[in-house]
């Protein structure tokens, strides 16, 4: 008669530390898909703007620095390509994130991990869609993230672009804002 009643202790007391482990878990892996989402924001909005750039003319130029005449007669003016201008920059922040919706997630086999492919063409070509997972929610939380990202990150996006040409997604998404902290792992191509 004793030991039902112990065992349902046991039970009890086994109980919450179940659920604790449990709740753990779901946390883990809410963060790491919250980072995923982060770090595929990141990686896909510097994507859209080294393309928004490359559209631009090279040779278009533009003239930045004060206007007010120097003590000595000069004046501080210098030019600077307009496709990596700090206006021209500010301009094609305020459209990348609509762009989001262009992507879709892919879940690597291996780890687990989430990225973000871009599942519409620039061209109007088709593309390979087997991998990826289209859906208004990852679209939808691709474009917070990444409306998050430039709102918190602005000045170091438009140094980077306006000074970086190599290597910017890791500079930027891994070095420099922390975002991805796999990212010095991922192919370069990937995304």
């Known amino acids: 008669m004793f030991a039902p009643s112990r065992r349902k202790m046991r039970d009890a007391a086994f109980l919450p530390s179940c659920v604790a482990v449990c709740l753990l878990l779901g946390f883990s892996q809410a963060a790491r898909q919250g980072q995923d989402i982060r770090c ?35 004046q501080s003016i210098r030019e600077v390509p307009l496709a990596r201008s700090e206006g021209n920059l500010l301009e094609l922040m305020e459209s990348v994130c ?40 990852v679209t939808s939380s691709l474009k917070f993230a990444c409306e998050t990202i430039v709102e918190q990150h602005e000045d170091e996006i438009i140094e980077f672009f306006a000074h970086e040409t190599e290597n910017v997604k890791d500079r930027l998404c891994s070095k420099r804002t922390d975002l991805c902290d796999h990212a010095l792992i991922m192919p370069h191509d990937e995304l």
């Not at 924001?41 to 090279?58: F, G, K, T």
């Not at 687990?112 to 088709?126: L, W």
């Open 40 to 74: 595929g924001a990141c990686r896909a909005l510097v994507d859209e703007l080294d393309w928004a750039i490359s559209q631009i003319d090279p040779k278009k130029m533009i003239q930045t620095g004060s206007f007010r005449i120097n003590p000595d007669g000069s």
């Open 98 to 137: 609509e762009r989001m919706q262009d992507y879709g997630e892919r879940t690597d086999p291996s780890t687990n991990r989430k990225s973000y492919i871009r599942v519409k063409s620039r061209s109007g070509g088709t593309m390979d869609l087997s991998e990826a997972t289209l859906d208004s929610r």
